[in-house]
């Protein structure tokens, strides 16, 4: 059996196991619950492809309709006031990050050396764009693992490894037109990554890993333990300062799983927070984004009463 054969039958021998994971939650126990864990395993795989398989990290690419969109990319609870944009880069390597400031009400760019799933991921630091933008509304910022001394906005890389970034761009109002268009391109000439049996076997380990980590950390397993852990209609405030987690430190998630029946209404009551950004937006239960392109499905603060 060749390199690539055997990576393949381990890739789909850990999505059967997956699989297997998903079936035992409590919603998979009806035959509809069942579709909808085997629709959830197929958005993984898709996005896995995305996010692990297909990246050069020596030539980035920002990523944005590749990580959420409305009725496509819906799992792991994406926020709808949100523009997500993802790019992978070689931390041996040096880059830039330009563009021309939109209308957004923040935009926050958040390094973090590995992706989802490393079990050495860690969490590097967040910046807040704003202060990188100058008078005439332009971003320029240096990624690398040293930093120039002729450079002001630079944002760390680790070296020897792929870091991630991320980069969210809030719509409090939706009235408001123009995201920030930003351009990922590396500072100096760089080859493009060669894809071969061993790339082939460590990207289909690294798929895996992502998949485990977000259905368990985000996804389904994560939203179905808030209703045993909490019981409904509580809310709860999760841990975002473990590396392992891969979330933002800067950001509060604030989940509760509810139950409402016929002819009832749910009511939420709280001293608003004092926050650049606050939001509440519904999911179901398997960590799917409710369709907030086609129906009112989120509030925020200047949506909010």
Known sequence: MGRCDEAWRIYQDGVQRLLDRLLTLDAAQTEEGAAQAHRVLLEAQAAAYNLTI?????QPRL???TVFTSGVYDWLMPNPDFIYRY?????????RLTGKRGASAFLDLQTIAGFFGDPDLKLLDSFQLDAWTDGA????????????AEKKNWAPLTPGRLNT?????AFADWSVSGATGLRLQPAQSLPSQTFGAVSLAERLSAALRMMDYCVGVFGPEFCQSIAKRMGVNRFVHV????????ANPGVAYVPAAYRINSGEVLVITF????ARYWG???TDMWSRTADYAGAQSSLNEPMAH
């Open 137 to 148: 509304g332009d971003i320029d910022v240096y990624l690398s693992a040293v930093r120039p």
């Open 280 to 282: 509440i937006h519904l």
């Open 87 to 95: 790019g992978f880069l070689d931390g041996d390597g040096a880059y």
């Open 271 to 274: 001293k608003a927070p004092r």
């Open 54 to 58: 297909a990246p050069d990290f020596r």
């Open 63 to 65: 990523q944005r309709q």
């Open 165 to 169: 970034i991320i980069l969210r761009e």
């Open 239 to 246: 841990d975002t300062s473990r590396d392992k987690d891969g």
